[in-house]
């Protein structure tokens, strides 16, 4: 049985459509993240699910209980907001065993649970501090306590991360992965950063305009996206339009590169590339797809160079290629250059149009 499944569920706020018929099941120990920009309906579906929004229409099972109507305090899960959401006037024992107050659990049971849980946290021997003492990833910890306190069936994360500092956004996401996997808790996350969706899901649902456009592994989402908003959302890629012609090539301007889809030819057509797919050969190599371009710039990012180039003979065309820094063998590639690039067959793929 799945531990939590959704049926056409839609809501509006007044004319603005936030979620249209949205289907979604996940199954039990799942890590699941809802991925988009803003605005696109995911932090509304997990407060539906929550029960902090009441959907106008669609059902809400958990394992084998219809929670569509029921309020959020009937509701069995854990929640972590942003903005921490502790309480600034008790301390970190008593922001941890809030929730066990309210089920009005044994005072012993609940003292031995805190402990358990901020040692589970990496927060041990903090119960007496209070919020204002710690730092965000400490108190984003204590929230996470206090989340599975009550040992939920499901775990809601409301971007738990986007308040930290970059060092500590990977430390927590990394042991908010390793936590949910060693305790098997069902967990659904909202963010609309692509590396930590990519990072921490086992499946991503990627959504715009209050749909679901493509539901995957992070993998397959990366590598074979649905449409070109998934292409274009998650990671860097190149779109390239020209008209399919025979033998499975395309042509865009007075460049001809073969692709690996099968289309009729006269096809006016879309195709995207990921920037790392792009190779660097030397100046006088005449493999299949290569062609000379020249740098317009070139951001040196630590491990590889993010370089915009213009193919010579494709007048407009502008390409983003990622070259591994420890490969370059200190090839001048400095805006002005003349490099010869090639592109895969294998890495042209065609764009579907969006959902």
């Known amino acids: 049985m ?45 407060r539906a699910i929550a029960g902090l929004e009441t959907q106008d229409a669609g059902s809400i099972v958990q394992g084998a209980v219809d ?32 929730g066990l107050r309210n089920r009005k659990a044994d005072r012993q049971l609940i003292k031995q649970r805190v402990g358990e849980m901020l040692t589970l946290v990496g927060l041990p021997g903090s119960e007496e501090k209070y919020p204002a003492q710690l730092s965000g990833g400490q108190q984003q910890r204590v929230a996470l306590a206090r989340a599975l306190a009550t040992s939920p069936e499901l775990l809601l994360l409301d971007e738990p991360l986007s308040a930290l500092d970059a060092i500590e956004r990977l430390r927590l996401r ?64 190149n779109v390239l339009r020209g008209t399919t012609r025979e033998n499975r090539h395309i042509e865009l301007g007075n460049l001809r590169l073969r692709h690996r889809d099968d289309m009729a030819p006269g096809i006016d057509a879309r195709f995207y590339v990921r920037p790392e797919e792009i190779k660097l050969f030397d100046t006088l190599d005449r493999s299949e797809n290569s062609f000379y371009a020249h740098v317009l710039k070139a951001e040196y990012l630590g491990s590889y160079l993010l370089v915009t ?18 490969y370059l063998n200190g090839w001048p590639i400095v805006p002005g250059a003349t490099l010869r690039i090639g592109i895969p067959p294998t890495a042209i793929r065609l764009v579907a149009d969006e959902q």
């Open 174 to 237: 990394s042991e908010i992965r390793s936590l949910q996997t060693r305790l098997g808790v069902t967990t659904l996350m909202v963010t609309h950063d692509q590396e930590e969706a990519l990072a921490m899901a086992d499946r991503i649902v990627v959504m715009n305009h209050g749909r679901i456009q493509q539901i995957g592994d992070p993998q397959t989402v990366y590598c074979q996206p649905a449409n070109d908003f998934v292409a274009d959302f998650i990671g860097r890629t």
């Open 309 to 326: 180039l213009a193919a010579d003979h494709c007048p407009g065309m502008a390409l983003v290629a990622q070259f591994a820094t420890n």
């Open 67 to 98: 929670i569509s109507r029921l309020p959020p305090a009937q509701r069995d899960y854990g929640i972590v907001f942003q903005s921490y959401a502790l309480f600034p006037n008790l301390s970190v024992a008593e922001n941890v065993a809030y």
């Open 2 to 46: 799945a531990q939590l499944t959704i049926r056409q569920l839609v809501k509006r706020f007044g004319n603005f459509l936030a979620l249209d018929a949205i289907d979604l099941t996940i199954e039990r120990g799942e890590f699941v993240v809802l991925l988009g920009p803003s605005g696109c309906g995911k932090t509304t579906l997990l």
